[in-house]
């Protein structure tokens, strides 16, 4: 199946776009379609669009396959809504038991939002996770907001890979391994309760994983920048490839994405951050925000020192000339380390949904910025990976190390379906109402029902 779809992509040219989002769509929304290849089918298609042979430019495929995998989801979605509790609850059901679907509510109320976006990655699960959804009846805007979420990232993530990586031979002979690191990432949810139940840190070690993955990563990147091996020989294809898909709005795009991502308008934004915190007497949060802007900006002139690669020519270039050393990206990093230093600062006042959201928006930033980076021809594609790694590196071993003495743990919010049970079963057992923030209701045997002042 999946060779037969490989051909048929290098033959339609820019019509093998219908047939992405076709395949798409069927694997996420219809049953039948969970025998279908959509990892190796985006990764493929990244491919070939980074060689010419379809003729559309992988800013256009990425948002088409995306809506194609949301709309499938959301289709899989109402038919497990409308569907799903009418035959479950058939009192015959020689298949289906009726305790199933209290179980998937239960399930879609404690783990919905990671399901959702992990069963993305999972080949068949992310074909029976939206009818699981419907049928447990989650909540529609918790599930299209992950959905959302995760079909942003998966349709992203194997299109991109395709694009950058699929010229490696042995990344593009063995997708299938690339497809089983990714279910094995998927599933890890399900392990990492055993190993807390065990007393395991999951949060260090997954950092700790992190430091040592992205640090392995700048080594790998930074000698093929120096060599001229590896990926980087990958880096004028790329580089050739984007300056023929320029367009006024993409300059235009581009530029505003570089300027906001500048390290001048990055010391400006940090610098009214530091102004907030101070204000707010927060001053130990302060000292982690300049403690890491400042170290990753050490970490990127150092590794331009090192390295000292030279940018890309001045027929690339969109723009004015810039002498500096390439690796990595100054630009990508800073917006990088910044951002990630946002998210950490505002983590713990979030809900669980305004956490997908602002996380999600932070990587759109980073993404937009590395992208503008290379767009413009300031950069390599290694310059901006390296950049995202010395950041992931950076940020992996300041935030864990000052977390648990700055603050506590942050509560995990609790679901909406939970609050709203509690909420009835207060009301039954005829609990008293919370007083009113700074009044006391009078006691019962009160002589007049007046209200004390507390403040």
């Not at 509510?105 to 992310?126: C, E, K, M, N």
């Not at 997708?175 to 392990?191: C, D, M, Q, T, Y």
């Not at 009214?272 to 050490?298: D, K, P, S």
């Amino acid at each position: 199946m999946s060779g037969v779809i490989d051909a048929l992509l290098s033959s339609l040219g820019p019509l093998a776009v219908l047939l992405v989002m076709g395949v798409v769509f069927a694997e996420t929304g219809l049953l039948a379609g969970f025998f279908l290849p959509g990892d190796s089918l985006l990764f493929t298609t990244g491919l070939l669009v980074s060689q010419g042979t379809i003729g559309v430019p992988i800013w256009v495929v990425v948002p088409l396959a995306t809506v194609a995998a949301v709309v499938g989801d959301q289709v899989g979605y109402g038919v497990g809504r409308r569907y799903g509790p009418r035959v479950l609850k058939r009192p015959r059901s020689r298949f289906l038991d009726p305790a199933h679907l209290d179980r998937a509510r239960s399930f879609f109320d404690r783990h919905g939002p990671q399901a959702v976006v992990l069963a993305r990655f999972v080949p068949i699960a992310r074909t029976f996770t939206p009818v699981a959804a419907g049928a447990g009846r989650m909540r529609y805007r918790s599930y299209l907001a992950y959905n959302v979420v995760g079909g942003v990232a998966w349709c992203t993530t194997m299109l991109l890979a395709g694009y950058v990586l699929g010229g490696v031979p042995v990344l593009r002979n063995h997708i299938e391994l690339i497809v089983i690191g990714i279910v094995i990432v998927s599933l890890l949810p399900a392990v990492i309760p055993v190993l807390r139940a065990h007393g395991v840190k999951i949060a260090l070690w997954l950092a700790g994983l992190a430091v040592v993955a992205a640090t392995a990563g700048v080594i790998v990147l930074a000698d093929a920048a120096t060599e001229h091996d590896g990926l980087a020989t990958h880096d004028p294809t790329i580089a050739s490839d984007v300056t023929t898909h320029r367009s006024t709005f993409l300059n235009h795009a581009a530029n505003v994405a570089s300027f906001v991502g500048s390290e001048a308008s990055i010391a400006v934004l940090a610098a009214g951050v530091l102004l907030v915190l101070a204000g707010r007497r927060r001053f130990a949060e302060a000292v982690v925000l300049g403690v890491g802007m400042a170290g990753a900006a050490a970490l990127v002139l150092g590794l331009k020192h090192v390295v000292d690669r030279a940018r890309p020519g001045a027929t690339l270039r969109l723009g004015v000339p810039d002498t500096t050393p390439s690796f990595p990206s100054g630009h990508t990093s800073m917006t990088a380390a910044f951002v990630g230093l946002l998210v950490w600062l505002v983590w713990p006042h979030l809900t669980r949904t305004g956490r997908v959201v602002t996380v999600g928006g932070a990587l759109l930033v980073s993404l937009a910025v590395g992208a503008s980076r290379i767009y413009l021809g300031y950069h390599w594609t290694t310059d901006v990976l390296a950049a995202w790694l010395v950041v992931t590196a950076w940020l992996g071993v300041l935030l864990p190390a000052v977390s648990g003495r700055l603050r506590p743990r942050a509560a995990t919010p609790m679901p909406a379906r939970r609050r709203r049970e509690r909420r009835k079963q207060q009301g039954a057992e005829g609990s008293p109402r919370p007083a009113v923030r700074g009044w006391v209701q009078s006691p019962p045997d009160s002589p007049s029902p007046s209200m004390t002042t507390t403040w």
